[in-house]
């Protein structure tokens, strides 16, 4: 069994930065990607961005291309979420998810609470 449990979300003024963290417990199939889930409230989920379990292979959706960037420590294992640049549209709670395929939410197994992000303007 996988538990993820994601800090790091807050409310911050447009322009600024946050850092998201996942930390996962359990054994993770290397193959298998994890990846960044947003929901705003009246919006279906979407994948924001996901890295390859085992390192590598990296996949973001365009509207955050440019702005955030997804990493791991393998060690610890943790992924983080980088978000520069933040824009009031990118509000939502954001999920971390493990076990999936790249952006695709319907493929993933293991789903963190969430953690809000709100961005003023």
């Known amino acids: 069994q996988v538990q993820l449990v994601e800090s790091g979300g807050g409310s911050v003024q447009a322009g600024g930065s946050l850092r998201l963290s996942c930390a996962a417990s359990?054994?993770?199939?290397?193959?298998?990607?994890m990846g960044w889930f947003r929901q705003a409230p009246g919006k279906e989920r979407e994948g924001v961005a996901a890295?390859?379990?085992?390192?590598?292979?990296?996949d973001y959706a365009d509207s955050v291309k440019g702005r955030f960037t997804i990493s791991q420590d393998n060690a610890k294992n943790t992924v983080y979420l980088q978000m520069n640049s933040l824009k009031p549209e990118d509000t939502a709670m954001y999920y971390c998810?493990?076990?999936?395929?790249?952006?695709?939410?319907?493929?993933?197994?293991?789903w963190g609470q969430g953690t809000q992000v709100t961005v003023s303007s």
């Open positions: 359990g054994f993770l199939d290397r193959r298998n990607y």
């Open positions: 890295i390859k379990t085992g390192g590598g292979s990296t």
């Open positions: 998810a493990a076990g999936g395929w790249w952006l695709s939410a319907g493929t993933y197994n293991y």
